[in-house]
Nanobody, 124 residues
Framework: QVQLVDSGGGLVQTGGSLRLSCAAS????????VGWFRQAPGKGREFVAA????????YYADSVKGRFTISRDNAKNMVYLQMNSLKPEDTAVYYC?????????????????WGQGTQVTVSS
C-alpha cells in the first residue's frame, strides 16, 4: 500500500512552466506504475501522462505530448510532471495515481491509490 502527496501547482501565465511532484510512502513504490490525471470544473477526470514502474515506458495524452514530461526517481519515491508551454486549457486540479498492475494505463478506475490533488491555473 502507498500514500501519495501531490504538490507544485500554482498560478502561471500562458507559455509558462510548472513542475508537479508526487511524493509516495511505502517501500514497494518502485513496483508501482504511476499516472497523472486532471479534472477541470464540470468535467470528468482526464488522463495526462503515465510511467511504468521501471521508468522505461512513458505515455502521454495527445493534448500534452511534446509539452509535458513525466519522470520518476525510485530512490526518492518521487514522480514528477514537468509542464511547459502551458495553456489556459491546462487549468485543472492535477492528481497523481498509482497501481502495481495496470491493463489500461489511461483509465482512472484502473488506479487504486490517489493523491489529494494540486491546482494548476493558467491565465491568458
Amino acid at each position: 500500500q502507498v500514500q501519495l502527496v501531490d504538490s507544485g501547482g500554482g498560478l502561471v501565465q500562458t507559455g509558462g512552466s510548472l513542475r508537479l511532484s508526487c511524493a509516495a510512502s511505502g517501500r514497494t513504490f518502485r513496483n508501482y506504475n504511476v499516472g497523472w490525471f486532471r479534472q477541470a470544473p464540470g468535467k470528468g477526470r482526464e488522463f495526462v501522462a503515465a510511467i511504468r514502474w521501471g521508468g522505461d515506458r512513458t505515455y502521454y495524452a495527445d493534448s500534452v505530448k511534446g509539452r509535458f514530461t513525466i519522470s520518476r526517481d525510485n530512490a526518492k519515491n518521487m514522480v514528477y510532471l514537468q509542464m511547459n508551454s502551458l495553456k489556459p486549457e491546462d487549468t485543472a486540479v492535477y492528481y497523481c495515481a498509482a497501481d502495481p498492475t495496470l491493463t489500461y494505463i489511461s483509465r482512472p478506475n484502473e488506479y487504486d491509490y490517489w493523491g489529494q490533488g494540486t491546482q494548476v491555473t493558467v491565465s491568458s
